[in-house]
């Protein structure tokens, strides 16, 4: 099972960007994933999840702002960020949470 994140880059505060994780090898679909993200000198937190039913959830400092969606057939997770803050820079991970596998992390940067 592979994990592909892709979306990040460098924005203005204010901005949006959309990340993608696409899951390939697996034969149990995408399941439930999760965004995480880890900034210079801190631990990785969870930013948003999405289960195998669409359920969501959110990081408080995020709620509100970002977005985590599914496309089952392309087996893309999205997650759709808008008023980005300097704050909100960082290395995104995706995981799939069966297994645990992560991906290889975007850097998403949020310039003031």
């Known amino acids: 099972v592979q994990l592909q994140a892709s979306g990040g880059g460098l924005v203005q505060a204010g901005g949006s960007l959309r990340l993608s994780c696409v899951v390939s090898g697996s034969t149990l679909g995408i399941n439930a994933i999760g965004w995480y993200r880890q900034a210079p000198g801190k631990q990785r937190e969870l930013v948003a999840r999405?289960?195998?039913?669409?359920?969501?959830d959110y990081a408080d400092s995020v709620k509100g702002r970002f977005t985590i969606s599914r496309d089952n057939a392309k087996n893309t997770v999205y997650l759709q960020m808008n008023s980005l803050k300097p704050e909100d820079t960082a290395v995104y991970y995706c995981?799939?949470?069966?297994?645990?596998?992560w991906g290889q992390g975007t850097q998403v940067t949020v310039s003031s």
């Open positions: 999405i289960t195998s039913g669409g359920s969501t």
């Open positions: 995981k799939r949470y069966i297994g645990g596998y």
